[in-house]
């Protein structure tokens, strides 16, 4: 039990790179300008679907609007 906690000790404080999972510095979430540009893609992307989603909704709650509430 004690050789396993020999073991942590010696391991310096890090993180891992959310991207590939190479071991980064505490403060740092990436670890290359490569990894950087994956990461901000991905962000891009994910703020695109999010508004898709959005005006799919919207357009869906107008449409039932229309056909629940319209006077015939």
């Known amino acids: 039990m004690s050789n396993l906690k020999e073991r942590r000790a010696k ?3 890090h993180r891992h790179c959310i991207i590939c999972g190479r071991p980064v510095p ?5 670890c290359s300008d ?9 962000l891009k992307r994910e703020r695109r679907t999010r508004i898709l989603i959005l005006i799919l909704y919207i357009a869906l709650l107008g449409s039932l609007f229309f056909i629940f509430f319209l006077p015939r």
């Open 34 to 42: 490569e990894c950087r540009s994956v990461y901000e893609g991905r």
């Open 26 to 30: 505490p403060k740092e979430e990436l």
């Open 11 to 13: 391991i310096p404080d």
